[in-house]
């Protein structure tokens, strides 16, 4: 098989916010009753709260909406894991897709990292904790964000516009672009 | 701008992460029906100055239909509520009565 290569191919961007490509990383679309057994048992966790990201070891699991579960994984294990919680979810009324090579994942690293968000979203990014997900979008795009402490966030965006979001995000980061302290 | 609270993630969405989806609760009439239903059905709408009941997506976000309440003199909301329902619920209706006693919105009052 080829090599796996992400849209940005690792691309780095160091501004007074480091943006930085994950390269390829395990993405699994998995949809159905959030509430039932069989979902908890396919995903190996506790089901997120709304809005919510949980993370067990290197697999996080992230709310999507009502009835969508978005889990990530590493991408080598991407299409065992989506046949394991297929068949962990057996005759239950679901979906399972590993949506890997549709997404790009990039992270931010930096004291400011929700005044980089909060340029390009009209969603309340001061207001967000550690562990909250967002769907919303940044400038034209829909995506996907969220803390996973107070100095690190991660945005999902669609494969087909990584280039758009990470010349945004370096736009916005540019060292020379940063807000005044109020 | 319009903010609107999206009744499945309880996000308070600004306008701009929403699509419009025009007029609420339309009946529709289809084969079969009178030539005066099918017309109302898919043309006929109300451009109130006033109370006014909408459907919208939460297209940037959980992707779900949603109605909401809000008077366009004002852009102010009454609420939002389930796309599941076919009239407005009961809390919705008082919301309103409270803000704009005597209103009426085709058959809803």
């Known amino acids: ?182 | 701008m319009l903010l609107l609270r999206c009744p499945y993630c309880g996000v308070d969405c600004d306008e701009t992460e929403l699509s419009p989806g025009g007029e609420a609760h339309l009946k529709r009439f289809g084969p079969g029906s009178e030539d005066a239903d099918f017309e109302g059905y898919l043309f006929q709408r109300e451009n109130p100055k006033g109370v006014h009941f909408e459907r919208w997506r939460h297209a940037n976000g959980c992707g779900k239909w949603f109605h909401a309440a809000r008077c366009t003199v004002t852009l102010e909301v009454f609420g939002t509520y389930s796309a599941q329902l076919t009239e407005p619920p009961q809390d919705i209706k008082d919301a309103i009565t409270a803000k704009r006693p005597g209103w009426h919105w085709r058959e809803f009052a």
């Not at chain 1, 979906?95 to 979203?121: F, H, M, P, Q, Y």
């Not at chain 1, 100095?151 to 945004?168: G, M, N, Q, W």
Request: hydrophobic share 45%.
């Open chain 1, 1 to 182: 098989m080829s090599n796996a290569v992400s849209a940005l191919n690792g691309a780095s961007f160091e501004g007074y916010v480091t943006v930085t490509d994950m390269g390829p990383a395990g993405m699994i679309t998995l949809r159905g009753d959030l509430g039932s057994a069989a979902i908890k048992k396919a995903i190996g966790m506790a089901v997120p709260a709304p809005l919510k990201i949980t993370s067990k070891g290197e697999n996080s699991v992230a709310w999507m909406s009502p009835d969508e579960l978005l889990a990530l994984c590493p991408y080598e294990v991407a299409d065992e894991t989506a046949a394991k919680m297929t068949k962990a979810l057996g005759k239950a009324h679901s979906l399972v897709a590993n949506v890997s090579d549709a997404r790009a994942l990039i992270r931010l690293e930096g004291a400011d990292v929700r005044e980089v968000l909060a340029k390009l979203t009209p969603a309340d990014v001061a207001a967000m904790q550690p562990g909250d997900l967002r769907r919303s979008r940044l400038a034209q795009i829909p995506a996907a964000f969220w803390l996973t402490d107070d100095e690190t966030a991660y945005v999902i965006c669609f494969r087909s516009v990584a280039k758009y979001t990470f010349d945004l995000l370096t736009t916005v980061a540019a060292p020379s672009s940063k807000l005044a302290p109020t």
